[in-house]
């Protein structure tokens, strides 16, 4: 941590926005104020978020605080684990960058839902042609 106090990262996902905060402690983590496992029922999403402190044995070392908007259940899971990977790289650079990278957890998934637009029923899907 190189005599930091705490290290903050940014993840996005879709229209979800997540602002994680890295203390030393022992590897307690709230969102939003809440329990991790209150705010994220789903084991399922609890895995997507715990990947990169898993991946780099950070379990106990930590206490991460993440505020996150927007968005649903899912689309926060990942901005969270965007996050979570950005703030393992500044804690260590050299060492964590490259185990992060080839997992993927550094790469932002710009996939959003394209808008809808005029004249149609939905972002591509038209109205039924009638011939007669």
């Known amino acids: 941590m190189k005599g ?16 994680v905060y890295f203390m030393k402690g022992n590897g307690v983590i709230k969102v939003n104020q809440r329990e991790f496992m209150n705010y994220f029922p789903l084991e399922a999403m609890r895995l997507i978020v715990k990947q990169p402190i898993e991946k780099l ?15 649903g259940l899912r689309g926060q899971a990942e901005a969270v684990r965007l996050g979570i990977a950005r703030a393992c790289c500044k804690l260590d650079m050299e060492n964590n960058k490259p185990l ?3 997992e993927g957890f550094l790469t932002r998934d710009a996939r959003i839902v394209e808008r809808k637009k005029y004249g149609r029923k939905k972002a591509r899907k038209r109205f039924q042609f009638t011939k007669r």
């Open 57 to 71: 044995k950070l379990e106990n070392h930590y206490d991460v605080t993440i505020n996150v908007s927007g968005g």
């Open 100 to 102: 992060l990278k080839k």
């Open 4 to 19: 930091m106090e705490s290290v903050h990262a940014v993840g996005r996902r879709k229209t979800a926005i997540a602002r």
